[in-house]
């Protein structure tokens, strides 16, 4: 809906295409995505757009994809609103963290095998500008307690992927528990590989895994590729039928067992 009535919306490089279709012809579109290794806006500049645009319409939509506030930078752009007086409602959104492992047919957590989980980001400010396989500063960790946790999900990880590997099972992490790297996940260049702790940067270099990655770490990395059971197919490489989830959930919606 907020689409539908929007005078402007400054929109994400990862943000659906889909929902873009939903923007009125007259409203102006802003494009302020950032690549690694090719950010076209600083922070503070988008955060002076959204502001800007906000005092001269009556209404505007930042669009990101995710949830804006798990490594998004949303709260970023929302400080910004509050300082300069301009009101806000917050939509949530559905972190990648946890439906891009979703749709590569992996749980977070699962009874008898994962009871936690946690989400970490291997970007550095040091590298905000390199290219996403360039030497990077690893990023500074509690490893020893991120080797506890049962399912590890790890984000913006293509430049530092093997450093946090290694710092893992250097803090006692068994280098055979599984792992996956999903890229573009939940869209149809989605791929999935797995291997094992050890070996998953190795992995992810050899097949020429790109950001947008996830990685996950812990027993249910297991399960990439198996069915979702909600008469849906997990996404599964690059040669399946996958589907964008905006797709998946209008198809989700005419499902029998959908609930309303």
Do not use: W
């Not at 503070?44 to 757009?49: A, L, T, V």
């Not at 959104?93 to 994962?114: E, W």
């Not at 040091?126 to 307690?145: C, F, G, I, V, W």
């Not at 049962?150 to 099972?169: E, K, S, W, Y």
């Amino acid at each position: 809906r907020l689409l539908k009535r929007a005078d402007v919306v400054v929109y994400d490089r990862l943000a659906p295409a889909e929902l873009l279709e939903e923007v009125p012809r007259r409203a102006e579109r802003v494009n302020v995505g950032k690549a690694p290794g090719n950010h076209t806006r600083t922070q503070d500049q988008i955060n002076g757009i959204i502001v800007d645009r906000a005092r001269r319409h009556r209404t505007i939509v930042r669009l990101k994809g995710g949830d804006p506030f798990v490594f998004g930078r949303g709260a970023e752009e929302l400080d910004a609103c509050t300082r300069a007086g301009v009101p806000c409602v917050v939509v949530p959104g559905v972190s990648s963290a946890i439906a891009g492992p979703g749709a590569a047919g992996i749980p977070v957590t699962h009874r008898g095998l994962a009871r936690s989980f946690a989400i970490i980001t291997a970007h550095t400010e040091q590298h905000a500008e390199r290219s996403p396989r360039s030497a990077a500063t690893p990023p500074n960790l509690d490893y020893r307690a991120l080797a506890s946790i049962d399912t590890l999900v790890i984000m913006m990880g293509c430049a530092n992927l093997r450093d946090v590997t290694l710092q893992l099972i250097a803090a006692g992490r068994d280098p055979a528990t599984p792992a996956a790297c999903i890229e573009r996940a939940t869209t149809p260049d989605q791929r999935v590989i797995t291997a094992d702790l050890a070996t998953i940067a190795e992995a992810a270099d050899r097949d020429q895994i790109a950001a947008p990655m996830l990685t996950v770490i812990g027993p249910t990395a297991a399960f990439a590729g198996a069915d979702s059971g909600s008469g849906l197919s997990a996404c599964a490489g690059a040669n399946s039928d996958c589907v964008p989830l905006i797709q998946c959930l209008r198809q989700y919606a005419k499902h029998p067992n959908a609930i309303a």
